[in-house]
């Protein structure tokens, strides 16, 4: 008897769930690059305002999103954080060529959790003012690999190499330099936009490659309406607007 | 590729070493005190098999951090941190394996008894003997089994080696991390090398605990 009633609370609450689901609204999958992280949390909830669709994201680097998708990951749209990955993913047959288009362009940036600490790149020419830099993996993410080459334009990355550590994506550099465990190291400019404190610089733009970023329709989200009317909405103004406010710039 | 091998064994032969340090006396304490609250040290030693790796990450990440009281303490002695550095793996791995080192030889302990013991100091064992000459030998088979699983566990760790080592090559860059880097820059030719590797030295652990475990009931049955 008291097994019964505990089963009937349970179907009225998973009833009441199901209920407050829009009938016509689609789910998509979408797989987003680490550095994307909180410009596409904002427009996921600007996209079920606006279309009654539901974007779930998942989140990780690039390269690890990739090896996903190419193993029958369940994403529709792919959000990579450099234009390789996804021109690859199409190659494979996985996504849809003349989808492809770029949706960001990203800003890397030197930053400290300590205040005062440096407002230039000079920093990096006093190693005994810090003790490590924090970088993304550059093997596998595009932020990493910009830092990398900003090191290398300055003529300093010989002499700098043995102070690196490695984030498994930009986030965890982040999460290093946050945490204090080291000193500088190179961001995305989207993640530090919010922060407030703490020291930064600007990494001129021509000492490195342009970050560009670009998202792709994969082959199972062609038929999924939500899927299609994602990658629309990433082109229109209102999500311009978020992604600039991010930090990113929308046209080169 | 050798020098991810080679790091990773030097990383579980030092965990290997600290780890029977401590845990054969905590092993030896657990199995024979009276306390009731033994039970609760007991169960903060067994925490990391149910705990994800990356909860101890992150709070290594910010408890060893060079501004933490702790962190502090550390390079005040020291001279170092220890985030990002190869002692800072081993202290992470001496915790993370610590109850696949303890629970054999606590069990091992256990199955003595207390007549072999009883039998010692009747004929003036003292404690220490008593330790060293009748417990330790007895309970060979459980140090072995505990020595091989730390050492073991050690080379599959991947949670906490991710958070607070750092990916340097030669110092933190280990087997697992190294595969998963393989596999995330898509050349896995070398990640099936290392991870079907991997498979064999698994296999080969555990086929010898189980038959380790065979012999020592067929000798004392």
């Known amino acids: 008897m008291k097994n019964k009633s505990f089963f009937v609370a349970l179907l009225v609450i998973a009833s009441a769930f199901a209920a407050t689901r829009p009938s016509s609204a689609e789910t998509v999958n979408v797989a987003v690059a680490a550095n994307f992280t909180a410009a596409a949390e904002e427009i996921a909830t600007l996209f079920a305002e606006e279309t009654g669709h539901e974007a779930v994201l998942s989140f990780g680097s690039t390269g690890r999103l990739y090896a996903q998708i190419l193993h029958g990951a369940p994403f529709s749209v792919f959000l990579a954080a450099d234009q390789e990955r996804p021109r690859l993913a199409a190659e494979a047959g996985l996504a849809l060529a003349d989808s492809r288009f770029t949706y960001a362009l990203g800003t890397l940036v030197l930053f400290s959790a300590e205040e005062n600490l440096f407002d230039d790149g000079s920093i990096l020419e006093r190693p005994d003012d810090f003790n490590r830099i924090a970088i993304a993996n550059p093997a596998s993410a595009p932020y990493g690999a910009a830092a990398v080459e900003t090191l290398e334009a300055l003529n300093l990355y010989d002499k700098l190499k043995d102070r690196i550590v490695q984030g498994e994506n930009i986030t965890q550099a982040f999460q290093f330099v946050a945490t204090g465990n080291a000193d500088i190291g190179f961001v995305a400019l989207s993640q530090v936009v919010g922060e407030k404190g703490g020291s930064r610089w600007r990494v001129p733009q021509d000492l490195y490659s342009p970050i560009a970023q670009d998202a792709v329709l994969l082959k199972s989200g062609a038929d999924n309406p939500a899927a299609v009317s994602f990658m629309a909405f990433l082109k229109s103004a209102a999500a311009h607007k978020i992604v600039q406010n991010h930090g990113y710039r929308t046209t080169p | ?221």
């Open chain 2, 1 to 221: 590729m050798g020098e991810a091998i080679f790091l990773t064994l030097k990383l579980a032969a030092v965990t290997t070493f600290f780890l029977m340090l401590f845990g054969v006396p905590l092993a030896w304490w657990l199995a024979r005190s009276e306390r009731w609250w033994k039970e609760v040290i007991g169960t903060i030693v067994a925490l990391p098999l149910v705990l994800p790796p990356t909860v101890l990450g992150f709070y290594l990440l910010i408890a060893l951090a060079p501004q933490s009281p702790l962190g502090e303490a550390i390079k005040a002695l020291t001279g170092f941190s220890l985030p990002f550095t190869f002692a800072g793996l081993v202290v992470g791995s001496v915790i993370y394996s610590l109850p696949f080192a303890v629970q054999p030889v606590r069990n091992a302990f256990e199955a003595i008894g207390d007549d072999p013991l009883e039998a010692a100091a009747t004929l003036r064992a003292g404690p220490f003997d008593r330790f060293f000459s009748v417990a330790l030998p007895l309970a060979r088979p459980g140090l072995l089994t505990g020595a091989i699983l730390g050492f073991a566990h050690t080379v599959g760790e991947f949670g906490v080696v991710l958070m607070i080592g750092g990916n340097i090559p030669g110092e933190t860059k280990v087997l697992s991390v190294a595969i998963y880097d393989y596999v995330e820059t898509l050349q896995w030719q070398k990640a099936h090398i290392l991870a079907f590797g991997m498979v064999a030295f698994s296999f080969a652990v555990i086929l010898s605990t189980m038959l380790i475990e065979r012999h020592v009931r067929r000798r004392f049955p």
